[in-house]
C-alpha cells in the first residue's frame, strides 16, 4: 500500500526582490473547509501584478500584503483547472467539473493545487475557453471591464485612447471598448500595430514616433493602462467632460482624483480592481464570457511556459514589452 502523504507543489517568496527569488516548494496536499473546492491547477497566469507582490513595491502595496515580507508566500492569483474535492457544505460546484478564478489576497496560483471558498471569485470554465485564457481572464479582462465599463462609464460612440495597447490590459481594452461601440485609439510601437488594428482599433499610434498629448485630436475617455502618462498632460486632449482613468496608482494619480472629484468637468479616476467583492468580479466574468461566446473577445495570449520555468516566466514579463498574457502550465 502507498504510504506516501500527498503533496502540492508551488513556487514561493520568503523576502521581496527579483525573479531570482522565487523557489519551487513541496507542502502537504490541503484539505478542503466546508465550504471550500480543492483543484488541481491546469493553468495560471503570470501578471504584472504578481511582479508587484514578488517584488513589494509599490511599497504601500506592502500595508495589504505584508510589510517586511510576503504575509503569504506562495506566488499566483489567477488560474484555471478541475475540481478534485469538495468541502461537506459546497453547493455550487462538484468534483470533476472545470473552474477558473482567483486566488485572492492569500495567492497560490502558480501551483499543481489550491483551494478556494465557492464564494469567492470562481466560475465553471465555458467550454469555449481553454484553460490557458480563462486562467488570464481574471488580469486584463476583468481589469479592463472594470475601467471601460465601471470607472470610465464609457459609452457607445464615444472616442477613446487606450495607452499601451499591446499588453494584457490593453489587448481586453481595445476588444471591449470596441464591443461596447466606442471609436478606439490604440497606442503601441509598430510591431504590434497590427495586432492592435486587428482587435478593434480604428487607429493605432506608434508612441516611438508620436507624442498622444501633443496631437489636436480629443478624447472622452483616456484609458492609461501602464500609468506612464499624467492626468495633466492627458487633459490637453480630453474633451470637456472627459475622464482620465488609470489602474497604476501613483501620488499624482491619487491627487488628481480627489482633486477632480470636486472640481473641474474633466475627470481623474483609478480603482484596484482585485479589491472588489467577488458577486462584482462573477459578474464582469459572466458578461466577458457572453462576449467570448458571441466572438467580440478573445484573451491574447503570448508565451506559455511550463511551471517548473516560473522565474523564466517573470523575467519575460518583467521586460514590460509582452504582447497580451503569459502563462505557466
Ligand atoms: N488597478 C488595477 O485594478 C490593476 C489590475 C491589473 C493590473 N494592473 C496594473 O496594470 C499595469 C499594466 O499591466 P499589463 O499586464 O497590461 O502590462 P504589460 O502587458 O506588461 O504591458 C506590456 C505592453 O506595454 C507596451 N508598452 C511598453 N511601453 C509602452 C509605451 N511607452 N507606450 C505604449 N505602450 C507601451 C508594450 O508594447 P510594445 O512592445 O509595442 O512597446 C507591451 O505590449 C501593471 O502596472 C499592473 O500592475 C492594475
Known sequence: MDQTTPTLTAWSVTAYGGPETLAPVTRDMPTPAPTEVLIRIRASAVTRADGMMRAGVPRFARLVIGWSRPRHDLIGTCLSGEVIAVGPDVTRFSVGEEVYGMAGLSFGANASHICLDEAGVLMRKPASLSHEEAAVMGDGATTSFNFLHHIAELRAGERVLIIGAAGSLGTAAVQIAAAMGADVTGTCSARNAGMVASLGANRVIDYTVEDFSKSSERYDVI????????????????????????????????????????????????????????????????????????DRFAPVMDRTYPRAELVEAHRYMETGHKRGNVVVV
Open 223 to 294: 484609458y492609461d493602462t501602464l500609468g506612464i502618462s499624467s492626468f495633466r498632460e492627458a487633459k490637453r486632449v480630453l474633451t470637456r467632460s472627459g475622464r482620465y482613468v488609470c489602474p497604476v496608482l501613483n501620488l499624482g494619480l491619487l491627487f488628481a482624483a480627489l482633486r477632480t472629484t470636486a472640481f473641474g468637468a474633466r475627470k481623474a479616476r483609478f480603482s484596484a480592481t482585485g479589491m472588489l467583492k467577488p458577486e462584482v468580479h462573477r459578474a464582469m466574468h459572466e458578461k466577458l464570457v457572453d462576449l467570448v461566446e458571441a
